[in-house]
């Protein structure tokens, strides 16, 4: 469980400190801890949901998305490293950096540079 997440205006964390019955409005306030999955949007919640009905079959996730495997693994990294709470990195963004060493457009010591520092984002 964990006791808050990140504010939408400012970045500091919210505490939930309401619950309220849709149907009988009764409301109880104290502070609420929440489940990492609330930390999720509707769009990866959707998709999360998705991906676990398929069975995490890509393939068949292609198709009902309309979206290539690079994305698609994008997507799976960005709800991976909210729920893990560590930062997955992208593997376009490796690749793209390797692609410039390998070009010659920088060196050794700044690809490993930006790939520790987006590590750290």
Same mark, same amino acid.
């Given at each position: 469980?964990?006791?808050?997440? $990140?504010?939408?205006?400012?970045? %500091?964390?919210?505490?939930?400190?309401?619950?309220?019955?849709? $149907?009988? /409005?009764?409301?109880? @306030?104290?502070?609420?801890?929440?489940? $990492?999955?609330?930390?999720?949007? &509707?769009?990866?919640? =959707?998709?999360?949901?998705?991906? #676990?009905?398929?069975?995490?079959?890509? /393939?068949?996730? %292609?198709?009902?998305?309309? #979206?290539?495997? &690079?994305?698609?693994?994008?997507?799976?990294?960005?709800?991976?490293?909210?729920?893990?709470?560590?930062?997955?990195?992208? %593997? %376009? =963004?490796?690749?793209?950096? #390797?692609?410039?060493?390998?070009?010659? @457009?920088?060196?050794?010591?700044?690809? #490993? /540079?930006?790939?520790?520092?987006?590590?750290?984002?």
């Amino acid at each position: 469980m964990i006791d808050s997440f $990140k504010c939408p205006y400012c970045g %500091e964390d919210m505490t939930i400190t309401q619950a309220k019955c849709g $149907k009988c /409005k009764v409301t109880i @306030e104290g502070e609420f801890a929440l489940n $990492k999955i609330n930390l999720l949007t &509707p769009e990866q919640l =959707d998709f999360a949901v998705t991906f #676990l009905i398929n069975r995490g079959n890509l /393939k068949e996730l %292609e198709k009902i998305y309309d #979206l290539s495997y &690079p994305t698609l693994r994008n997507r799976l990294n960005a709800i991976a490293s909210i729920l893990s709470g560590s930062k997955i990195q992208d %593997e %376009e =963004d490796v690749k793209d950096t #390797l692609d410039k060493l390998n070009s010659g @457009e920088i060196t050794f010591d700044d690809a #490993l /540079k930006t790939i520790k520092s987006k590590n750290k984002e």
